[in-house]
Each structure stands twice: as structure tokens, then as C-alpha cells.
């Protein structure tokens, strides 16, 4: 959809009246052209940022297209689908390609609110608008529609918790050439370890065995889930989940035979989602130590938000010798990364320091093999203290695990976590803060 945006965003430009004609300001057309070209790096946190001096200076269409984007990729979600819902006046100028982008960004929106009722509508909305000979895209929607479906008689999933600070015990154990981050939690009497993964969105995961120890009900089946690869999976629900002094009420689940097809030893069966965490407010993760805490009340919101959300996934933003880096931010990755996307701009500087070899990077659905350099280090800034990151390994070419990948700089797993004293996260108020 990007590139559909970027090519509006000048049609828009082009069309807008020049100030002979309107009087209108001088910045108006180069306003315009600002956010084409924010569109086209895939840029909403520059966007972000620069949209209240630019609003005025934009055509209305583009105005509010930049702000059910921008509020998107900042996690207000309610407010993107408000401003989706406005662009209908402009059908005219957008376009029925761009609305239909635009509507299927409104899904995304009804599930991060755990709005399943809402995405199921939306969905059968949109399956009622796609032009002929759109079968795939149908198939993909109506496969989605019946996991929203399923869970639209459902409450949505909430966090209770104890108003004093709570500690719960974590912790890291190896696995291939980096380490999980592990908490216990617990449903029909059995305990299970669970990955704590801000990378896994939509849901929380579990094998099929440990969806059977936990009495997970399935209300769903044969859903399609990309990750590696394409696979099936059930969706399953549970009436709550304890981990520690936290209860989390009405989870759900993606229910599969296996986290990953590589066959390893000692990989743990359930996997805590992005979700859960999100409702936990703001965390502070002290991996060396073995425990999260969430405090009795949050610190001060900083002043700007460094993580942006894009299709269910969490990205943070760095800054290494200035440049700014747009990093998937995945606790569920046991190594952190760096793109081809990456390479492409610092090939020189990567050849002279880092050694070729290659490296298995896996996920839901498998594993791939790719060719990289390994960098000896890298320092990045997130906050107020620098992160320092060893042996990390930088793509050659463009096969990083899907598609959305191409506007990620890499990808920030527990590695992260242990480089610092702690971690302070917050995925509601869009910020992480390295101490």
C-alpha cells in the first residue's frame, strides 16, 4: 500500500492550487512532497512529528490520511479508525484502491483494541468492496474473518493486578546462538514457561500439547498464519492465565503443532504476546537479575515517543553515530539482527569489519538459512544510556523473514535485554527506556 500512498501524495501535490491562483502559502506544495517522500522511507515517526507544522499546508484528503496513519503507527488506535472513517468525503480525490488500503488498515485497528465484533465487520466490508479477480485477497480475509468472528462473542482480554509494585520472577534459558527470556504462568492447575515476545502479535501462542495442559478450549480451526512460512493454526481461548500476582482474564491463543520446525531441544511450548504485555502498562525488565517489575505508580511520560506500531508489530527507534535506525523491537528473538536494508547503506563499513558466514534465523513455521557478515559490535542509543550489542549479524540480501522487513533497519531480541541494567517498557504509552 505504500507505494499507492506515495503516488496520492504527489497526484495531490500536482493538483493543489499554486499561490498565484489561491494565494495559498508557498510551503503548500512542498509540504505535499514532504510527506510523499516520508511515505515512500516508510518514515511515521518523522511524520509524526512534523504533521502539526505541516497540517494546514497539506490538501485536506492528505491531512487526514497523514493522521489515521500517524495515529496508527503511535498505537491510538481508536483515533486512526475515526479518521479512516472521514475519508469517505474525499472517495473522489483517494481513489477506491487507496480506501480500500486505507479500510484494511481499519482491521488492524478493531484488533489491537481486541475489537473482534468490530474487525469482523470491517472485514466483511471490505471482502463486499474488492474488485473482481481479487481471489486471493477474499480467501485471506474471509480465513481472518472467521478467527474475528470466533472470537467476537468473547470479552476482550484485561490485566489485573495488585496496586503495590509486583515482581515476577524471569528467566533466560539457551537456545541456539542466543537465549529466551522465560516467565511461569499458570491455567487448570499446570504451570508452563512462556517466552515473553513483544514480536508476537494478535494473540499469545502455544503448541497443541501445552494448549491440552492448560485446557485451553479451540473455537476455531484451520486458520491461515504467515511467520516463516504459511502454516495453519486453531485459535483457542481461556477463562484466565496467572503469572504471579498477575491475572490476566479472557487470553487467547494461537494454537499450532509447534512453536518452530527446526526440531531443537528444549524450546519452551507457549509464548506470551504482545497483547498481554501491552495491558501490563509500563514493565522494567531486569533480565540479568531474573525478574520484571511493574511499579506501583508509572515514571513520567517522556517527551516523545520512541516506539512506532505497524501491523501488529512494535518498532523502536535508535540512533547509531546519528542515524536513525528503525528496529523491530522483538523479545522473542533470542539474537538481535541487522537488515540487508541496513547493509545496503553501510556495505563498505560492514565488508571491512565483519566476517562472512552464514546463520539459521527462525520463527513460527521454520527456519532459514542466510548469508551475513558478523559485526564484532555496535552501539546504539535509545535513551539515556548507550547499548553496546556483540557478534551481531548483518544480512546480505533481502531475505529477511517476510515482507514487512524491508523498512526494518534489523530486528532488537533478548541480547538487548542483558546489555543493560534494565529495560523499562511501556507499549501503551509507545516508549522504551534503556537504564
Avoid at 33 to 59: F, K, N
Avoid at 82 to 89: H, K, P, S, V
Avoid at 206 to 230: C, F, H, Q, Y
Avoid at 377 to 397: E, Q, S
Wanted: neutral net charge; hydrophobic residues 40%; charged residues 25%.
Amino acid at each position: 500500500m505504500k507505494n499507492l500512498l506515495v503516488c496520492l501524495a504527489l497526484l495531490l501535490v500536482c493538483a493543489a492550487p499554486s499561490p498565484a491562483e489561491a494565494k495559498a502559502p508557498p510551503s503548500a506544495a512542498e509540504a505535499a512532497r514532504q510527506v510523499a517522500a516520508l511515505l515512500d522511507a516508510g518514515d511515521c515517526l518523522t511524520l509524526q512529528e512534523l504533521l502539526p507544522a505541516l497540517r494546514d499546508s497539506l490538501p485536506p484528503p492528505l491531512a487526514l490520511l497523514s493522521d489515521a496513519l500517524t495515529a496508527h503507527h503511535g498505537g491510538r488506535f481508536a483515533r486512526s479508525n475515526e479518521a479512516i472513517a472521514r475519508l469517505d468525503e474525499y472517495a473522489e480525490e483517494l481513489g477506491p484502491e487507496t480506501l480500500l488500503g486505507m479500510r484494511s488498515l481499519a482491521i488492524h485497528n478493531f484488533r489491537a483494541l481486541d475489537d473482534y465484533a468490530g474487525a469482523s465487520r470491517a472485514i466483511r466490508a471490505l471482502i463486499g468492496q474488492l474488485p473482481d479477480g481479487a481471489a486471493e485477497a477474499r480467501r485471506s480475509l474471509e480465513a481472518f474473518d472467521r478467527w474475528m468472528s470466533a472470537l467476537a462473542a468473547w470479552p476482550a482480554t484485561t490485566l489485573r493486578r495488585p496496586a503495590a509494585e509486583t515482581a515476577i520472577h524471569a528467566e533466560l534459558r539457551k537456545v541456539g546462538r542466543g537465549e529466551h527470556l522465560l516467565v511461569e504462568a499458570e491455567a487448570n492447575g499446570c504451570t508452563e514457561p512462556f517466552i515473553f515476545d513483544t514480536g508476537c502479535s494478535g494473540s499469545n501462542f502455544l503448541t497443541l500439547r501445552a494448549a491440552r495442559r492448560l485446557g485451553v478450549r479451540i473455537v476455531a480451526d484451520s486458520v491461515p498464519v504467515t511467520g516463516m512460512t504459511t502454516s495453519y493454526v486453531r485459535i483457542g481461548v481461556a477463562d484466565s492465565l496467572r503469572i504471579g500476582e498477575l491475572l490476566v482474564l479472557h487470553p487467547t491463543f494461537l494454537v499450532a503443532p509447534s512453536i518452530s520446525d527446526n526440531g531443537e531441544e528444549g524450546l519452551a511450548e507457549a509464548v506470551l504476546g504482545s497483547d498481554v504485555i501491552r495491558a501490563m502498562g509500563e514493565v522494567r525488565i531486569e533480565a540479568r537479575n531474573g525478574r520484571i517489575v511493574l511499579p506501583a505508580e508509572p515514571s513520567p511520560e517522556p517527551p516523545s515517543p520512541n516506539l512506532g506500531f505497524d501491523g501488529g508489530q512494535y518498532h523502536l527507534y535508535c540512533t547509531h553515530n546519528g542515524e536513525r535506525l528503525r528496529l523491530h523491537f522483538d523479545t522473542g528473538n533470542v539474537k538481535s539482527t541487522l537488515s540487508s536494508r541496513y547493509y545496503d547503506r553501510h556495505r563498505r563499513a560492514v565488508r571491512r569489519a565483519g566476517r562472512r558466514t552464514t546463520s539459521t534465523q527462525g520463527g513460527f513455521g521454520g527456519t532459514r538459512e542466510l548469508e551475513v557478515r558478523i559485526l564484532p559490535h555496535i552501539t546504539l542509543c535509545c535513551g539515556a544510556r548507550p547499548v553496546t550489542l556483540r557478534d551481531i549479524a548483518v544480512t546480505l540480501r533481502g531475505k529477511e523473514m517476510d515482507a514487512q522487513r524491508g523498512n526494518e533497519d534489523g530486528s532488537l531480541g533478548v541480547d538487548f535485554l542483558t546489555a543493560c541494567d534494565a529495560v523499562v517498557i511501556d507499549l501503551g504509552r509507545m516508549f522504551v527506556r534503556t537504564e
